[in-house]
């Protein structure tokens, strides 16, 4: 437990001093962050009690802090449980029209992987649809400074050779029927809703787009190709590809990420969407399984198996990574924490909170 938070602790006073001054944004404000109990909710909630502690008593900063738990809930909620400057929400975004005022919206609440988003695609959908239009009618009935919509890189589907990196422009190759259309397409709506919430109410939405974030506090069941790995890792086990490995992707470490969100959320680029990752290195499923190997210093190998599930790689993007260009330009964005130094960090949040209760 204690590790966890130390784990956490130590990105969010990164991003702190990353952020510098700006942080004077949230001084006395309210937030509402939706998705708080998960893998990006756990990085904000850490980073807005680190500044918090920082604040004299009139200047802090009060967080609803909203979830459903339908992953179940984290040891770390129960730290901010115990705070008076957390408010716990326990609310399905489907089911409630009625949310806190506020000063920012930072809406993170989707089913995000693959492998549940898979299984249940009408909750998905209702989530990234009616979830999100419940939480705009809000924003339209109770102005906000400013709203933080999670879209993401799926919504390119499987672009060609042509356009990659991706530009924001680029206006996607997506199934509307494949295994993964219930994320895409329902995410590719949610930007629809955001940027015509913004353009016929005047409600501030901006728009990101994450590539592949991991780092410390995403689940190791979660579904998601690093945590995956480091399942494997952590049981001492090879590790199992599901493919040829050949497809490649962009990995961003989640302080770097998070430094993004704080920007686009303080930004007054309404009506704005941009791209957050870190395009280098764009490297192969395989060169990663690789890679972390190397890095944790084990004697697993590689096994290329194939997965139960025969959709598996159905729709499954051939390359995934940013032109960052826009978000560099106009906020000053810059990812500077490495693959190998990520995936270290990484390897030590898990080996210090699931070794041995694998
Ligand atoms: N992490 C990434 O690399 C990545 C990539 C692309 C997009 N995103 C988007 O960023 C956001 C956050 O991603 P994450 O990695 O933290 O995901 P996550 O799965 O770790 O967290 C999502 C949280 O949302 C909650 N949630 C789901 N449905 C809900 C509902 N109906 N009502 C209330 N809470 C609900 C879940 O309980 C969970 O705690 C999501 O919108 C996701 O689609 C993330």
């Not at 008076?84 to 992987?113: G, L, M, Q, R, W």
């Not at 109770?142 to 919509?149: G, N, V």
């Not at 490297?283 to 697993?300: F, G, P, V």
């Not at 190998?301 to 032109?323: A, G, M």
């Amino acid at each position: 437990m204690s590790t966890i938070l130390n784990e956490f602790t130590l990105d969010a006073k990164d991003n702190l001093r990353r952020l510098g001054d700006k942080a004077n944004g949230f001084i006395g404000s309210k937030v509402l962050l939706t998705g708080a109990a998960g893998f990006l909710g756990a990085h904000f909630c850490h980073f807005f009690s680190n500044l918090n502690d920082k604040l004299n008593s009139n200047h802090k900063i009060i967080i609803y802090a909203l979830d459903n738990f339908i992953r179940g809930k984290p040891l770390w909620i129960e730290t901010f449980i115990k705070r008076n400057d957390f408010e716990i929400i326990d609310t399905d975004i489907i089911k409630t029209k009625t949310f806190p005022n506020v000063d920012y919206i930072i809406h993170a609440a989707s089913v995000a992987s693959p492998i549940f988003y898979r299984q249940k695609p009408i909750e998905t959908m209702d989530a990234n649809v009616i979830g999100l239009r419940n939480l705009l009618d809000h924003a339209k009935n109770s102005p906000c400074k400013s709203f933080l919509f999670f879209s993401t890189s799926e919504i390119y589907g499987d672009p060609d050779e042509f356009n990659i990196p991706t530009k924001e422009e680029y206006r996607g190759y997506v199934s509307s029927i494949g295994p993964r259309a219930s994320y895409d397409e329902s995410k590719r709506y949610g930007e629809t809703l955001c940027v015509n919430f913004f353009k016929q109410y005047g409600v501030p939405v901006k728009i990101v787009r994450p590539f592949n974030n991991y780092g410390p506090g995403m689940s190791l069941n979660d579904g998601r190709v690093v945590s995956d790995f480091f399942q494997n890792i952590i049981k001492n086990q090879n590790l199992e590809l599901f493919s040829d490995g050949k497809s490649t992707r962009t990995f961003c470490y989640v302080a770097d990420a998070i430094n993004a969100y704080l920007l686009v959320l303080l930004s007054k680029h309404d009506g704005h969407v941009f791209n957050v990752g870190n395009p280098k290195p764009e490297i192969s499923i395989e060169d990663l399984a690789k890679k972390i190997i190397q890095i944790t210093n084990t004697n697993l190998v590689i096994n290329k198996i194939k997965n139960s599930d025969i959709e598996y790689l159905t729709d499954n993007p051939k390359r995934r990574c940013p032109d960052i260009t826009k978000i560099s330009k106009m906020l000053g964005f810059k990812p500077l924490i490495s693959l190998e130094k990520g995936l270290l960090k990484s390897y030590r949040f898990y080996l210090e909170n699931y070794k041995g209760i694998l």
